[in-house]
């Protein structure tokens, strides 16, 4: 049984360009958040989707957007990037539907922004 | 502000010892407490959680203590073995209405020496 996917592990872009990450959930789940984990913090979060709808929102800008596919996995998308964008963003799944909140999470994507 | 404090950002335990890692929070609404454990280039694993409902929560090697009129929760680990050295996250958050997004610590690094 897989677990949570993302693509890709590492990432180098410049700043204004705009990156999209991916996310793939574990099997039977239906909920997608994701975080930001700058260096020497713990996780932030962004947004959660469920229903391939967004249901909350952290206290991030609105160059940071995501998607939920009806396979239930997502993308995030952050346009116009800031060198404070350099962070592991992690991708964490959930089975909502079946009122199962524990979240497990990939192995994050590293984005440095040059 | 920080609603889920962890103040010491390192900690090394001998082999065979009792590893104990602290948390506070702030947010008298927090109704659930998790440990996450993180090793480099992995994402966070869930390790143990508690409710407030309860002051301790066992789990082989693992105990969580919750002290409600601290805001104060503890993660012990006995005995200490080198595998478990990671970085420890406490997170927290409200599940009595809802499921809200997980509020991270900054993380404790535990290092167990041989």
């Known amino acids: 049984d897989a677990g949570v996917t993302q693509s890709p592990t590492h990432l180098i872009k410049t700043r204004g360009q705009q990156v999209t990450l991916r996310c793939s959930p574990k099997?039977?789940?239906?909920?997608v958040s994701w975080y930001q984990q700058a260096l020497g913090q713990g996780p932030q979060f962004i947004f959660q989707?469920?229903?391939?709808?967004?249901?909350q929102r952290g206290n991030f800008p609105d160059r940071f957007s995501g998607h939920q596919f009806p396979n239930y996995s997502s993308e995030l998308n952050v346009n116009a990037l800031l060198l404070g964008d350099s962070a592991l963003y992690l991708c964490?799944?959930?089975?909502?539907?079946?009122?199962?909140?524990?979240?497990?999470f990939g192995p994050g994507t590293r984005l440095t922004v040059t | 502000d920080q609603q889920v404090k962890q103040n010491s950002p390192s900690l090394s335990v001998q082999e065979g010892r009792i590893s104990i890692l602290n948390c506070d929070y702030t947010?008298?609404?927090?109704?659930?407490f998790l440990w996450y454990k993180k090793y480099p280039a992995e994402g966070p694993t869930f390790l143990i959680s508690?409710?407030?409902?309860?002051d301790k929560n066992e789990d082989g090697r693992f105990t969580v203590f919750l002290n409600k009129s601290a805001k104060h929760l503890s993660l012990h680990i006995v005995p200490s073995q080198p595998g478990d050295s990671a970085v420890y996250f406490c997170?927290?958050?409200?599940?009595?209405?809802?499921?809200?997004?997980?509020?991270f610590g900054k993380g404790t690094r535990l290092s167990v020496i041989a």
């Open positions: 508690i409710s407030s409902i309860k």
């Open positions: 099997s039977g789940h239906d909920t």
């Open positions: 964490a799944s959930s089975a909502t539907g079946t009122g199962a909140y524990e979240q497990y």
């Open positions: 997170a927290a958050n409200v599940r009595n209405s809802g499921n809200t997004p997980l509020v």
């Open positions: 947010n008298s609404m927090f109704d659930y």
């Open positions: 989707y469920y229903e391939e709808e967004e249901r």
